[in-house]
């Protein structure tokens, strides 16, 4: 697994999330929207963004050697339908856009989806692999707390 900010204990390899001064580590911002239970994260662990239409991609990049890789976040649902929590993310491998996308609207409910996949991937070649999640919608604002990625 490649935990957002531990990283990988195998390989050695963490995240790279760009823009850096873009994203938060969930479990102590104070100033994010979103306020999670811990326990109930891989690893104690998340990273939060926001992107407005207007801003620069936020990207979560890593490389992995693997057949498959499953990427997972956590999405919230906040009552308050003036907090930016739609998720419209997109992806790449090795340089090239997948045709899978994520999108995510919140159903108002006020709770959590913990260790939710947005991205399942098999019958890779297995080599090495470098793999971009992108916020970067120039049309909706969108939210991403990325939590971990796990590859075989």
């Not at 907090?83 to 045709?99: A, I, K, M, R, W």
Request: some cysteine; aromatic content about 14%.
């Amino acid at each position: 697994y490649i935990d957002d900010q531990n990283g990988d204990p195998v390989s050695g390899i963490f995240p790279i999330l760009s823009p850096p001064t873009g994203w938060s580590p969930g479990s102590t911002c104070t100033n994010c929207s979103f306020h999670l239970d811990p326990s109930k994260v891989f690893d104690g662990t998340w990273s939060d963004t926001t992107h407005y239409a207007y801003d620069p991609a936020r990207t979560v990049q890593f490389n992995f050697t693997g057949t498959s890789l499953d990427v997972y976040c956590i999405l919230p649902n906040p009552s308050d339908p003036g907090v930016v929590s739609t998720y419209n993310l997109t992806f790449s491998l090795d340089g090239q856009p997948l045709q899978q996308t994520f999108t995510h609207k919140s159903d108002l409910s006020n709770l959590y989806m913990y260790n939710t996949s947005v991205l399942a991937l098999e019958g890779l070649t297995s080599i090495s692999h470098v793999f971009t999640m992108l916020a970067a919608s120039t049309f909706v604002d969108s939210s991403l707390l990325f939590d971990y990625a796990r590859y075989s």
